[in-house]
């Protein structure tokens, strides 16, 4: 047996915390990557039965699987635009608010003359969708065009609020001016929101009409917790094999381990492909980023971390490299046997292969 299990008690928790953080703010619960990898749906009904009614997307396909578990009455947020007119009438059969940032997106949205609902999208500096602040003339324009359209909503997407609060604030400030400013020319835009888990927790200021949370319905933020968060999920999966091994004898890819001593190991059939040890990777080489990694790889020299696992109640280290579908783990000195139950910590967003369990 082998699952990630979902902790439904930590997830209540978390949205009761979140949910008393925003006080009177409105929660869009953002369940794009199919729930972050846990089921849009399942995830939903958790949201739903703690009393959150608004939820954020990426896809048609997580829509559908909110709308199924928690029927008409929530609102449904399309947070990527598109102009993919099978994707834009499966979306509007079902309800779902869409995102307009463009002219293109206006003028497909007029060509299927479907009243729609629209959550204007402002870039500020994510260059992913949305007008620029410069175009107030380019949305009144869309928006004459497009007469089937009604505007619920104005958001806009923080790049470093987990990291730098002065450019998070000029972001702030450019998309409150830009909403500002187009509501002086009597557009009504309704909602505003633009804050992320991490805007949301470090910025009270910026709430506005609504937030966006994803990565704090998990418990994984990227910042200081003041909430108490709790992590959601764990792998699980049962010892395969209990070895034991002689001194001096090596285990896994490269030789990593030597044993320093006769050694009782246990296999345990997750690895890698699993998401066990993954983490996002490099994908941008800016000075700053060659260097703060350096920096990293430094401490972990000069300060080693042992990657573990549980067994039963206690830690144990895993020995070698992770491979793909196993690890192996010192249990030496546990008392432990086949079939006996391991946790594995794996980030959900890196969750492939296994089951997902809600306990």
């Known amino acids: 047996m082998k699952a990630y299990i979902v902790e439904r008690e930590a997830v209540a928790h978390n949205i009761v915390r979140l949910r008393e953080w925003a006080g009177e703010t409105p929660l869009w619960a ?31 396909a997580e829509a559908r699987a909110i709308r199924e578990s928690v029927g008409e009455e929530g609102e449904i947020l399309m947070l990527r635009a598109t102009t993919d007119r ?34 204007l999208k402002v870039d500020t500096g994510m260059g992913r969708y949305g007008f620029l602040p410069t175009e107030g003339e380019a949305v009144r324009e ?16 923080f790049h470093s609020a987990f990291l730098e609060e002065a450019i998070t604030r000029r972001q702030f ?21 633009c804050c992320n888990t991490s805007a949301f927790l470090r910025f009270k ?47 896994g890819y490269g030789a990593a381990t030597t044993l320093k001593r006769e050694t009782r190991c246990a296999v345990v059939p997750v690895g890698y492909y699993h998401g066990f040890t993954l983490q996002r990777g490099t994908d941008v080489w800016r000075a700053k980023d060659c260097i703060r990694n350096i920096l990293h790889n430094l401490k972990l020299l000069l300060r080693p971390q042992h990657l573990t696992v549980l067994v039963g109640d206690c830690r144990a280290r895993t020995l070698g490299h992770v491979g793909m579908l196993h690890t192996c783990v010192d249990v030496t000195d546990l008392n432990c046997k086949v079939g ?7 980030n959900p967003l890196q969750l492939k292969g296994l089951p997902v369990e809600y306990r």
């Not at 994707?87 to 309800?95: F, G, R, T, V, Y």
């Not at 009597?186 to 929101?193: N, V, Y």
């Not at 006996?340 to 794996?346: F, N, Q, S, T």
């Open 340 to 346: 006996d139950l391991v946790r594995l910590e794996i």
């Open 86 to 119: 099978v994707e834009l009438q499966a979306l509007m059969d079902m309800h779902v608010i869409l995102t307009l940032g463009s002219r293109e997106d206006a003028q497909v949205l007029a060509e299927l003359n479907r009243p729609c609902r629209v959550h």
């Open 173 to 193: 400030a450019q998309f409150v001016g830009f909403c500002d400013q187009l509501e002086a020319a009597g557009l009504s835009l309704g909602e505003r929101h």
């Open 142 to 157: 869309a928006l004459a065009a497009a007469p089937n359209v009604t505007v619920a909503g104005v958001y806009t997407h």
């Open 30 to 60: 953002v369940l794009k990557g199919d729930g972050y990898g846990l089921g849009a749906g399942p995830m939903a009904a958790l949201c739903w039965e703690n009393g959150i009614r608004r939820f954020a997307v990426t896809e048609p």
């Open 205 to 251: 200021d910026m709430h506005l009409n609504g937030a966006r949370v994803g990565s704090g319905l998990l418990g994984r933020v990227a910042v200081k917790d003041p909430l108490g968060l709790r992590r959601i999920g764990w792998a699980e999966a049962e010892i395969e094999e209990l070895r034991p091994l002689p001194k001096g004898h090596t285990v």
